[in-house]
């Protein structure tokens, strides 16, 4: 008993790092969520009025954390590993991170925008202009993301500054962040259609359009000076482009599913209101799990193998315990700040039943995609948390969208 015991006290001191910034990052990011939750209410009508509204959201709000996500990760590697410095020099890391996240946004917004919009013309009898929708993905799309590179940013510079682990912070911070910026800016992109005139707003679209093959191109053309010289923001979008754009078909099958069950959520304010901090949540802990099994694979503290060893066993531990109390947070604070029809014990038994089931989900998914971007010489920062975010994202609402039915 007393080994047990011991055994107990060395894991929560060990792991005390990532209990305290980890928990105290998702109860933030928790709050931030629930704020855009309340700013999605407020919504309703655009949800109802515009076709794929939903699909819109869910999925720009997980692009915004696959490509910041990736980001935050590959920023907190080169802490770890020491070729990290806070400048904005030609060629840093950081810098080649914020040219790859431009780029990135603007491409992906604008497949998003066409993809999006092909799906809501196949599977939905409503029907949308392709330039308005891609005009809300675009314009949506630069003006959230502009607010997120801030923020990582910042968080990139106080987590050098003060020595932390960003590893433990920067997934679900920087998911907040995406949530409550995107959700605003959509709104913001939607009203610009319905109130501008058309023809203003097809030409703002076609001249984005444009912009964003023009720095694409020229990003994925240009030359390096010297020699055996990486231009990393070069190779960081020719590695991320293609995962990602797969990844935005996980996100649109996402947000379908979000959509299908609209009514369902609408019907209870609360349910509308915690979705996006539901969804975030599972999109925080995938991407702090992978981050934290990235850089272990990274510097060797944990080796790739067939089935997961003691070390992944002890990160999926960690990821369950912060799972089980930041939904238990959410669960709770959605029902204090939106009062509905729904019991409280029926919303808890919802959130805590959906989000277990997530979490383990999680877990398995994050080790073997961190594993075979390790088997095929892929590095796992550029697609463990892009494939596992989107992935989680569809399958989170899978689960929680089955449960909502099951329940009420």
Not at 23 to 48: C, H, N, P, R, T
Not at 69 to 94: D, E, I, W, Y
Not at 186 to 201: E, G, K, P, Q, S
Request: proline fraction near 3%; charged fraction near 15%.
């Amino acid at each position: 008993m007393m080994v047990d015991e011991r055994n107990t006290d060395g894991f929560f001191i060990r792991n005390k790092s990532v209990f305290v910034m980890g928990l105290i990052s998702l109860i933030i990011a928790a709050i931030a969520d629930l704020v855009a939750g309340l700013f999605l209410k407020s919504m309703e009508e655009y949800i109802i009025l515009i076709p794929g509204m939903m699909i819109m959201i869910y999925s720009a709000i997980g692009m915004r954390g696959n490509i910041f996500g990736a980001m935050g990760s590959r920023l907190g590697t080169s802490m770890h590993m020491g070729t990290f410095k806070m400048s904005f020099k030609k060629n840093s890391v950081l810098r080649s991170n914020i040219e790859a996240a431009v780029v990135l946004t603007l491409s992906l917004s604008a497949i998003m925008g066409v993809i999006g919009w092909a799906v809501i013309e196949l599977f939905f009898e409503r029907t949308i202009e392709p330039l308005s929708f891609i005009f809300i993905s675009l314009v949506g799309g630069i003006l959230a993301g502009a607010i997120v590179i801030v923020f990582n940013i910042i968080i990139a510079r106080e987590g050098y500054k003060r020595d932390w682990d960003v590893d433990n912070i920067t997934a679900p911070l920087i998911a907040a962040a995406g949530d409550i910026a995107t959700v605003p800016m959509i709104y913001l992109a939607t009203w610009m259609v319905l109130n501008t005139d058309r023809i203003f707003i097809d030409i703002t679209c076609i001249l984005l359009l444009v912009l964003t093959v023009f720095i694409t191109v020229a990003l994925l053309k240009r030359k390096v000076k010297r020699k055996r010289k990486m231009d990393e923001a070069k190779r960081i979008v020719k590695q991320s482009m293609p995962v990602l754009t797969i990844c935005i078909f996980f996100e649109i099958a996402a947000g379908m599913i979000v959509e299908s069950g609209t009514s369902a959520v609408v019907k209870y304010g609360v349910l509308l209101v915690l979705l996006p901090a539901f969804l975030n949540e599972g999109n925080a802990l995938s991407g702090m799990l992978t981050s934290r099994l990235s850089s272990m694979l990274h510097i060797g503290t944990m080796e790739s193998r067939k089935y997961p060893n003691g070390p992944a066993y002890e990160n999926f531990l960690i990821i369950y315990i912060l799972a089980t109390v930041t939904f238990l947070f959410i669960g709770t604070a959605a029902y204090i700040v939106q009062p509905s029809g729904l019991g409280y014990g029926t919303l808890m038994a919802i959130v805590l039943i959906a989000g277990l089931l997530t979490t383990t989900v999680i877990n398995f998914l994050s080790y073997y995609v961190a594993v075979s971007a390790v088997k095929f010489d892929l590095d796992p920062d550029d697609h463990c948390i892009p494939i596992t975010s989107s992935i989680m994202d569809m399958v989170g609402t899978a689960i929680l969208v089955t449960i909502i039915t099951m329940m009420i």
